[in-house]
């Protein structure tokens, strides 16, 4: 079974700019979730997908966001970037409906901010 | 708020040692918790998980993680590290569908 697929696995982008980060989650994973992952503030949760709902949202402001689609595919997006933004963007998938938290994550997509 | 605490930042053991990490959550619901383990180079996996029955629970690898409830903890413990466990190694808890982590441990077995 083909484990959680991230790209791309790295990025450099400059201020101002935006990204898309993209997450093909294990087969018949419905539930996806992303991560931000810094040396200082450790693993950030960004949101939560379901069946193409956003179930949860972490603490970030409006430049991050998300979508799923049918197929359970999702991606994120940040806009206006910052160097603050730099980090290693993880993405996990669960096959729980109720999100207990059993998460199989990608190796991460590692973006720098110039 | 809900956090979770993991006391020590930086642990470096010679192989052989026993391994306690402490992991101190604040939440006073019912609880999910999870170890999970990122060793140099690859993604995060799972370690071990609790959701209800017995709070002794056995991981992978020879981890295991005692729940308890009194105290808020659950602590990971090895009692023979190898120099294949240097890894960082993060304490989280669901609470309210979403896993809130600890600031991760990094291991260090010297061999």
């Known amino acids: 079974k083909a484990g959680v697929t991230q790209t791309p696995r790295y990025l450099i982008k400059t201020r101002g700019q935006q990204v898309t980060l993209s997450c093909s989650p294990i087969?018949?994973?419905?539930?996806v979730s992303w991560y931000q992952q810094t040396p200082g503030q450790g693993l950030q949760f960004l949101f939560e997908?379901?069946?193409?709902?956003?179930?949860n949202k972490g603490n970030f402001p409006g430049r991050f966001s998300g979508r799923q689609f049918s197929n359970s595919r999702s991606e994120m997006n940040v806009s206006t970037l910052e160097l603050g933004d730099s980090a290693l963007y993880l993405c996990?998938?669960?096959?729980?409906?109720?999100?207990?938290?059993?998460?199989?994550f990608g190796e991460g997509s590692r973006l720098t901010v110039l | 708020a809900q956090s979770v605490s993991q006391h020590n930042h930086h642990v470096i053991l010679s192989e052989a040692a026993s391994l306690e990490l402490g992991c101190n959550y604040s939440?006073?619901?019912?609880?999910?918790l999870f170890w999970y383990v990122q060793y140099p180079g690859q993604h995060l996996q799972l370690l071990l998980k609790?959701?209800?029955?017995d709070p002794l629970v056995k991981g992978i690898k020879g981890f295991e993680a005692e729940f308890i409830k009194s105290k808020f903890s659950f602590n990971l413990r090895k009692p023979s590290v190898q120099w294949s466990d240097t890894a960082e190694y993060f304490c989280?808890?669901?609470?309210?569908?979403?896993?809130?982590w600890g600031a991760g441990t990094k291991l260090i077995i010297k061999p």
């Open positions: 609790y959701f209800s029955g």
């Open positions: 989280a808890v669901n609470a309210r569908h979403q896993l809130i």
């Open positions: 996990a998938s669960s096959s729980w409906e109720d999100y207990i938290g059993e998460l199989f």
């Open positions: 087969s018949g994973h419905r539930s």
């Open positions: 939440y006073g619901g019912t609880v999910n």
């Open positions: 997908y379901f069946s193409e709902t956003q179930r």
